[in-house]
């Protein structure tokens, strides 16, 4: 009876992640064989607990499970959960699955969940716990039962842990692991990979987990991570074989057109989760004037920088929320496109730095804004800095306008809440309307997706039009792999996942 | 840099035969491979001078539409990634680069120089504390100490010359100090001493004239190193700034762009290495017109 | 010579004082926190504060600079920002990388910098001569970076020969190795061979001139013999005195020829430190450059005293 129920969750599971948008299914799946990835740039760690890198989670989901999954239309289902229910608004029970084993041989059961996400929320050093801000505390029922205490009710808690926060690793192997864990876990998570060494800059080796719960999965003998920061390079890697699979984002969009007519690679995307645009400073400086933001907003050509700087790869945004997303409003058209009259009649003829991470790519889109905005009269100085001085001055606003995107989280609460709300944790252009503040906090409230997502219709709408950010681009979640990778599911969080795939 | 390839050794000056200048037409006519570097030096600064002429657009009007194509009649080098014309950047490059050297150059001639004048003339502890400066700073390999700096000061153009000035104080120290501790013992520097000369007439009337000719070869040498580590830098993202036209930070750009449109890189590479060249190339003619004992 | 030599060690310890508090003071100027940048995303205002007191960044400066001349001392140079690893660790991580790569370059420098410094002194005034004597400016005037472009461009865009970079460790593949080692040592290689070539050429021709080689000729010995026996001994002697220079050029040259071909030696962790706000790795690297380079140059000027008895010791 076990059997089956594993079985039948197992094939669930790879239904989620093998159906549509993969690499050709045709012919049958072959066992074995070393599949080669290249990251964008170097990890800094392998505990969740510390995580604060997208690049990072590109491993963590192969090493290691989550309570929860998505598939590919960003729909909840089971991970090392199997099924789970609210009992109140603010009691969430899950029921866990069982026979499923850490690495290093110990039992995963309740007792683990619960000391992962205590740690996950009381270690002084923890980047999780914005995500769980809502838990108050989490209680053992059964050994396979667990429960949620929440503090308010939240919508969006499933959806945080699909990632990082939901992450359950061996409690014997963090404590044999020590202050080292990060750098070597060895024998932590419950995963279709297990962890096997980790030399910096030069590569991460995973081996194949022969007891996953998933039945005949995975059928790769190991995976190795390389980071390549160098476009180019990864290109080249690319070509030659030397690598199998790019992630996301480690090949630049001026070469994806020529991915696409070489005949031995594949590319597919979708849309993303993320928006991208810059930052503007609400509170004060000149951008506390509502009339120039709208001036910027109205005299930017979108279309044009996506077609030059993201080579047509990009999608226009309207808004924070994507159009992977269920509550994405395609209704918004106000800055669709280039105004520049329209611009000149609101505000013209002042000024602004507009701070600019230091990469061709947002150096080129920060040239070609400044040249757009000329033309309504607006001045743009570029400040060409480090991505963490960046950081800094705007979490202490001091800055005008800041090249700073968000790379998307899967609820859409994670690309509104923290942005826009008054006090939000990267709302650092400090707008505050009580109005947004109130829809989003409802939206986080109420689980009907229908409800929410008239909520986030409006708050969207308000802080589009009162130009709390300039929207110019959702980016894409792509598989890039040579014909020979077979099964690679694409789905718009960006994370490859490597449990089914097959490589022939 | 001037740690490298052709940096005058303070041994050479202590050898070398007091001698005068030579005139310029006799330096021309004699060695025509100084009046060749001279012409080609002279050529380049005129194309900076005469940028706004020549250059036949605008190196910072972006045109997207018209991004990344082969070189034309209309655009001689083709266009970069924003549209604008590679040919006219390249020109205005030279706007960037060799005031940059220039002045760095006189930095670190004027503060070397007056380091090395105070610690041979002064002597003694004076001396002890200002050399173990130069050594301080002679310590580090040239760039890494000129990345060292900008890195701390911050990117930018004047951080970059304030870096490249510090680099190449040392040389001139010394060789002034070598220069000075050479001639102070003379009997006629003794004699005018004692006569009441003031340091300033001292400089002026006996060691520059001595010095002139290892200073010219030194300036021309160093110009070509300053040139080079601006490059280097704005390469490195550590100089100029966009949108600025800059032969290096060009080639930065370029250098991601070599699958797409290699002029982007090649275009500024061979400038900057022409430039650089010219002025290597007349240090070392004129090395060897001037100073026969040092010739090769 | 024995006094000179203590003398210019006593002379170095207060220099090395001096090196340690420009490079510590140098990277704490600017008020960038390494601690945002680390926490990338997932920055609020609470957890940097948390990460800064972690790594004792809000400490005062002169109380960080004895802390980190004290552990400097016993070997310890702090952990990395970025990645937690200990910095001595960190740099002899990528030690052999460049290790590898600058002999290389010295090595292939040498081998074409003699014959070649040789035939053009021989040859004086000859289109071969002039050719050589071109190249000495050329190779140190063109950036190379430049060289590093124009490699890839043609050998490896163009003809697909080389890849455009990477690194294979010796212990996992010799031939991937080697084959991803040959551009990068002809690039960082080339200010070298240039160096090289022109003082063979032009301590070749001193020598050729002596009497002692006029001598073995008309005793009747062959060019070839009086070459290989006498001249290119003693003209070899001057060159083995601008090593110094060659492992200066060296140290620069890596520092932007690993990061064109990706090559993760010591110079690319220098420059990946320098936009990652790294102070640790970037204050370890250059103390430990600065103090290779300060020996690397008493030992030049040693050899040179020794060879060379006229200059006196000032």
Redesign the interface.
């Known amino acids: 009876m076990k059997r089956l129920a594993v079985g039948l969750f197992g094939a669930l599971f790879l239904a989620a992640c093998g159906t549509g948008g993969t690499t050709s299914t045709n012919t049958a799946p072959k066992s074995g064989g070393t599949l080669k990835v290249a990251l964008n740039s170097e990890l800094r760690t392998l505990d969740p607990l510390k995580s604060s890198q997208v690049v990072e989670r590109q491993v963590y989901y192969n090493m290691y499970d989550s309570l929860v999954t998505i598939d590919q239309s960003l729909k909840i289902k089971p991970g090392l959960a199997t099924s789970w229910q609210y009992t109140d608004p603010t009691t969430l029970q899950f029921t866990l699955r069982t026979g499923v084993k850490f690495h290093d041989g110990t039992d995963f059961n309740a007792d683990a969940v619960k000391f992962n996400i205590d740690r996950y929320m009381t270690t002084p050093s923890s980047t999780r716990k914005s995500e769980l801000a809502s838990v108050k505390s989490v209680e053992v029922t059964s050994p396979t039962t667990v429960v949620f205490h929440l503090k308010r009710p939240d919508a969006s808690l499933l959806a945080q842990l699909v990632d990082r926060a939901g992450m359950i690793l061996s409690p014997a192997a963090i404590q044999k692991g020590g202050a080292d864990f990060g750098l070597n876990p060895v024998g932590a998570g419950t995963g279709p990979f297990e962890f096997v060494e980790w030399k910096r800059d030069d590569h991460l080796t995973l081996k194949k987990n022969p007891n996953y719960w998933v039945p005949g999965r995975p059928y790769l003998d190991q995976v190795i991570f390389r980071p390549i920061t160098d476009s180019n390079s990864a290109l080249a890697a690319l070509r030659t074989g030397d690598i199998d699979v790019a992630t996301t984002n480690s090949i630049a969009d001026k070469d994806i057109a020529g991915i696409k007519s070489d005949s031995s690679l594949v590319y597919k995307d979708v849309a993303g989760l993320s928006f991208a645009g810059f930052e503007v400073n609400s509170a004060s400086g000149v951008f506390a004037d509502k009339a120039n933001r709208q001036a910027v907003a109205y005299a930017l050509d979108r279309g044009q920088i996506i077609k030059n700087v993201f080579f047509g790869v990009h999608q226009l945004s309207r808004g924070p929320i994507p159009p992977s997303s269920w509550a994405y409003d395609s209704s918004e058209q106000i800055y669709v496109k280039a105004d520049p009259e329209k611009a000149k009649s609101m505000a013209t003829g002042f000024s602004f730095a507009l701070k600019t991470p230091n990469g061709p790519v947002p150096i080129q889109e920060a040239t070609l804004i400044k040249d757009q905005l000329a033309k309504a009269g607006i001045t743009v100085n570029i400040q060409v800095e480090e991505f963490g001085q960046i950081l800094t001055e705007a979490e202490s606003h001091k800055f005008d306008a800041a090249l700073v995107g968000w790379s998307g989280r899967i609820d859409p609460d994670g690309n509104m809440y923290g942005w826009f709300h008054t006090g939000g944790s990267f709302n650092d252009g400090q707008y505050s309307d009580p109005q947004v503040d109130s829809l989003l906090e409802q939206a986080r409230a109420v689980s009907d997706q229908g409800q929410r997502k008239t909520f986030y219709d409006q708050a969207q709408q308000t802080l589009v039009q009162d130009v709390a950010y300039i929207f110019i681009d959702h980016g894409p979640a792509q598989d890039i792999t040579t014909a020979k990778v077979h099964n690679l599911p694409l789905i718009a969080d960006t994370i490859d996942r490597f449990a089914g795939v097959w490589k022939g | 840099?001037s740690?490298?390839?052709?940096a005058i050794v303070e041994?050479d000056v202590a050898d070398a035969p007091i001698s005068q200048p030579t005139s310029l037409r006799g330096l021309f006519r004699n060695y025509p491979r100084v009046a060749v570097a001279s012409g080609l030096l002279l050529l380049l600064v005129l194309v900076a001078v005469l940028a706004p002429w020549i250059s036949l657009h605008d190196p910072i009007?972006?045109d997207?539409?018209n991004?990344l194509l082969s070189p034309s009649g209309a655009h001689p080098l083709g266009t970069d990634?924003?549209?604008r014309d590679l040919f006219a950047r390249v020109i205005w490059g030279s706007r960037v680069s060799l005031p940059i050297a220039f002045v760095a150059v006189a930095v670190g001639l004027l503060v070397g120089g007056a380091i090395g004048l105070a610690a041979g003339y002064r002597g003694k502890l004076t001396d002890l504390f200002l050399m173990?400066?130069i050594?301080?700073i002679?310590?580090?390999?040239?760039?890494?100490l000129a990345?060292?700096?900008v890195?701390?000061?911050?990117?930018g153009l004047r951080n970059a010359m304030i870096a490249i000035g510090i680099v190449q104080v040392p040389v001139y120290a010394r060789l002034m100090r070598a220069q000075v501790?050479t001639l102070k013992e003379l009997d006629f520097v003794a004699a005018a001493r004692a006569l009441g000369a003031s340091p300033a007439r001292l400089i002026v009337h006996h060691f520059l004239p001595n010095l002139l000719n290892p200073l010219i070869v030194q300036i021309s040498l160093s110009a070509?190193a300053a040139i080079?580590a601006e490059?280097?830098l704005s390469?490195?993202?550590?100089g100029a700034?966009?949108?600025t036209a800059d032969w290096?930070y060009m080639?930065?750009?370029?250098?991601?762009?070599?699958?797409?449109d290699?002029w982007l890189?090649?275009g500024p590479?061979i400038a900057?290495?022409i430039a650089?060249?010219g002025f290597?190339?007349l240090g070392?003619a004129l090395r060897d017109a001037l100073d026969p004992r040092l010739r090769? | 010579m024995l006094q000179y030599l203590v003398r210019r060690l006593a002379l170095m310890v207060p220099v090395a004082f001096l090196v340690s508090l420009v490079v510590f003071s140098l990277i704490h100027l600017t008020p960038v926190d390494p601690a945002a940048l680390m926490l990338g995303e997932e920055r609020t205002p609470q957890a940097v504060a948390a990460l800064r007191h972690e790594l004792g960044l809000d400490r005062p400066l002169p109380e960080q600079y004895v802390t980190w001349l004290g552990h400097a001392l016993h070997g310890d140079l702090g952990r990395s920002i970025r990645t937690d690893q200990p910095v001595v660790q960190a740099i002899f991580e990528r030690l052999p990388a460049t290790l590898e790569l600058g002999f290389a370059a010295l090595a292939w420098s040498v081998l074409l910098a003699i014959p070649l410094g040789t035939i053009a002194a021989l040859k004086r005034g000859s289109p071969i001569d002039v050719l050589a004597t071109g190249f000495t400016i050329a190779g140190v005037s063109v950036p190379n970076f430049f060289i590093g472009i124009l490699l890839i461009l043609t050998l490896s865009v163009g003809l697909r020969l080389f890849p455009p970079g990477g690194y294979t460790p010796l212990t996992e593949s010799i031939p991937d190795n080697l084959h991803r080692l040959i551009l990068p040592a002809i690039t960082l290689g080339t200010v070298t061979t240039a160096i090289n070539t022109r003082f063979t050429r032009s301590s070749m021709l001193d020598v050729l001139r002596q009497d002692y080689i006029r001598t073995a000729r008309a005793k009747g010995a062959s060019w070839r013999q009086v070459i290989i026996g006498h001249a290119l001994k003693n003209a070899l002697i001057p060159v083995v005195t601008i090593i110094g220079i060659q492992v200066g050029s060296i140290l620069e040259g890596a520092l932007v020829t690993e990061t064109i071909f990706s090559w993760p030696g010591v110079g690319k962790l220098a420059i990946d430190s320098i936009f990652g706000r790294d102070y640790p790795i970037i204050q370890g690297i250059v103390l430990v450059i600065a103090l290779a380079y300060m020996f690397s140059n008493l030992a030049v000027d040693l050899a040179y005293a020794w060879l060379n008895p006229r200059i006196s010791y000032t």
């Open positions: 840099m740690t490298a390839y052709g041994e009007a972006t997207p539409s991004a990634e924003l549209g173990r400066l050594d301080a002679l310590a580090f390999p040239a760039l890494i990345i060292a700096i890195a701390a000061l911050g990117p501790l070509a080079l490059a280097t390469f490195l993202g550590l700034q966009p949108p290096g080639m930065n750009t370029g250098a991601g762009f070599l699958n797409n290699p890189a090649l590479g900057i290495s650089v060249f290597n190339w070392d090769g």
